[in-house]
């Protein structure tokens, strides 16, 4: 019966169409077995272990080949497609068959089911307001003759967020799961880091946006974020992952520390993992992120700016880029102290590769995968063997601690009560673990001065130093989780998705070998002569610059003052963020708004569109 059950879920993207099920209602509601078989497909709606490794579509510091969302025209409300309702139609036909007459389950069971299906609701919701910001509210399973409801307008941004509270404050309180094998299943923490989730986003949205005084202002949205961080903060049973788990890989594995293990660890660490998908080759639920991150034609070739690289603090607390010359600092000389994530991020000097060569261990320029020098490895198995195939066996988080510890820092320092134990417990304790020493205005207490680069750089408009050093740590810590792209919109710093370079690394002469790790081969040759004119012994290390009048999308370099060149990738079609702001909200689809014309109901389109 489970199995069957299990199948009960339906896929439509229509309000309009019948529930379709395999089973009686009886079948469904009649057991707490029903509820949990039919409960079990709304976990279609987290993202796959595919979709965690690549989440970062776009973002100011994520260079690729084909990242279009900000390029000039790159979409518009007759390609936007987005707009589905499958998932929460499943979700509010459950509530109401919770309600019915057919559910005979003890009390107790009927509120756990109801909480976890209001989770649901509330992260499709979530995903709903930051996408669109208001949208139309459903709270129940519509029937096919509800047109007015079916077609009525967008509720404002007041209705979304207060219902998608009242759902998690329910979850909260009602759901009866504190932790599950590998936290896979939803629990009250997960339903307390989707608030605090929820809860920031809204706040700032409506700090940075100058939305006027409404039913739910930004400061009272923040605490409402704190509060729900401060439950998990609480809770001794979670804290950050402080241990490197086990490579069957390799031994010693230089670039996988106790930051890294998280991304890297075939077992979910339900220490720091909150909410996780787990791995499984045996029931065939793999990853592709060695395939997406390795290869020249699978992946878009995503890479991380020299930019972003930059404000990676060293491990005793000063900048880097108050180093004298620090733009020409060489590929190898620049992770030398350095925050330990960074090496954990992206291909180090000291990168290993079970099974690989020289050209595994460098970033691959070369075959045009890295196109900065900045390859990732957060979410990659450093194995060959999994290069060009979907079966990666690392779990992934969908929440976890820190980014409980950075929304609440946030949350606090915005309403500018933030404290130096707050800072400690927070953004120190993820610094310590990336191997900071414990200094005052680093890790032991609140920072007292702005750094002028990442002022200058990302966010001109910021003069708070805490603000400031929060939002370097949310970037670095975060870094490819999916976060950047709606960290930026919720802040108003749009902008940045045109602005920020794209720069890449370092480059001591042109027309000669250079290495970028320490072992016995040259590793580039940086030209601008075609591949037939370059010496026979640098063929395989062959990097193709084009002119910078060149109508050709590539490499182009900068002669650095100090020395040397710095590489910069350049796209025809130029990033471009609109005047009227129109990108902060994705397009209502077109189509869907000539549905509602055609039915005689009216769905208005976000401005700009």
Avoid at 146 to 171: C, F, G, S, V
Avoid at 391 to 412: M, T
Wanted: hydrophobic share 35%; glycine share 6%.
């Amino acid at each position: 019966m489970i199995a069957a059950l299990g199948a009960l879920g339906i896929t439509s993207c229509s309000l309009e169409e019948e529930m379709v099920t395999q089973g009686s209602k009886d079948l469904i509601f009649g057991s707490t077995q029903g509820l949990e078989a039919y409960s079990l497909s709304f976990y279609q709606q987290l993202p796959s272990l595919s979709e965690l490794s690549a989440a970062e579509s776009t973002s100011d510091y994520g260079v690729g080949k084909n990242v279009s969302e900000f390029y000039t025209n790159a979409y518009s409300a007759e390609t936007s497609t987005s707009w589905g309702w499958g998932n929460l139609r499943k979700v509010n036909y459950f509530i109401d068959g919770l309600h019915s007459k057919e559910c005979t389950v003890p009390e107790t069971d009927k509120e756990h089911y109801e909480g976890l299906a209001r989770w649901f609701r509330a992260y499709f919701y979530y995903n709903k307001l930051f996408k669109y910001g208001g949208v139309p509210w459903f709270d129940h399973c519509l029937k096919n003759d509800e047109l007015d409801e079916m077609y009525k307008n967008r509720d404002p941004r007041d209705t979304i967020i207060t219902h998608i509270i009242d759902d998690l404050d329910y979850a909260i309180q009602h759901i009866q799961t504190t932790s599950s094998i590998g936290n896979t299943r939803i629990s009250k923490n997960a339903a307390l880091a989707l608030k605090c989730r929820a809860c920031l986003w809204e706040a700032s949205w409506r700090k940075y946006h100058g939305i006027g005084t409404t039913e739910w202002s930004a400061n009272r949205l923040y605490r409402e974020a704190i509060g729900a961080a401060e439950t998990i903060i609480n809770d001794s049973s979670v804290e950050l992952n402080t241990e490197v788990c086990a490579d069957s890989y390799m031994t010693n594995n230089p670039s996988l520390g106790a930051y890294r293990s998280v991304f890297y660890s075939k077992n979910i660490l339900t220490n720091e993992v909150i909410l996780g998908v787990q791995a499984s080759l045996l029931d065939l639920v793999t990853g592709d992120a060695n395939y997406y991150w390795n290869s020249a034609t699978y992946g878009d070739c995503r890479c991380i700016s020299r930019a972003f690289i930059h404000t990676y603090l060293c491990t005793d607390g000063t900048r880097f880029t108050d180093k004298s010359n620090y733009s020409a600092i060489n590929f190898i000389n620049e992770f030398t102290g350095r925050d330990a994530r960074l090496a954990q991020t992206v291909k180090g000097p000291k990168y290993e590769i079970a099974g690989g060569g020289w050209r595994d261990r460098r970033p691959n320029i070369v075959d045009g995968v890295a196109i900065t020098g900045y390859q990732p490895i957060k979410f990659v198995e450093d194995t060959t063997t999994k290069n060009g195939s979907s079966k990666n066996e690392n779990s992934l988080p969908v929440f976890r601690y820190a980014e409980v510890l950075l929304n609440y820092a946030e949350a606090k320092a915005e309403l500018g009560e933030i404290t130096d134990t707050d800072w400690a417990k927070t953004i120190g304790a993820l610094r310590l673990r990336a191997g900071f020493q414990n200094k005052p205005g680093v890790t032991s207490s609140l920072p007292t001065s702005v750094d002028p680069y990442l002022q200058s750089v990302f966010y001109p408009d910021i003069n708070d130093p805490v603000i400031l050093e929060i939002r370097r740590e949310r970037a670095i810590e975060l870094c490819y989780e999916g976060f950047r792209a709606d960290d930026l919109k919720r802040w108003k710093e749009g902008k940045n998705f045109e602005r920020v370079p794209w720069s890449g690394i370092h480059v001591p002469a042109l027309d000669a070998q250079f290495k970028v790790n320490d072992d016995d081969t040259n590793d580039f040759y940086v030209t601008y002569k075609a591949y037939a004119e370059v010496p026979t012994y640098a063929q395989n290390k062959y990097v193709q610059l084009f002119p910078e009048d060149s109508a050709e999308q590539g490499l182009r370099i900068d002669e650095n003052p100090a020395g040397g060149y710095d590489l910069r990738y350049e796209v025809v079609v130029k990033r471009k963020w609109h005047d009227d702001d129109r990108q902060y909200l994705y397009p209502i689809p077109a189509a869907v708004i000539r549905e509602y014309n055609n039915r005689g109901y009216k769905l208005d389109q976000n401005p700009g569109w």
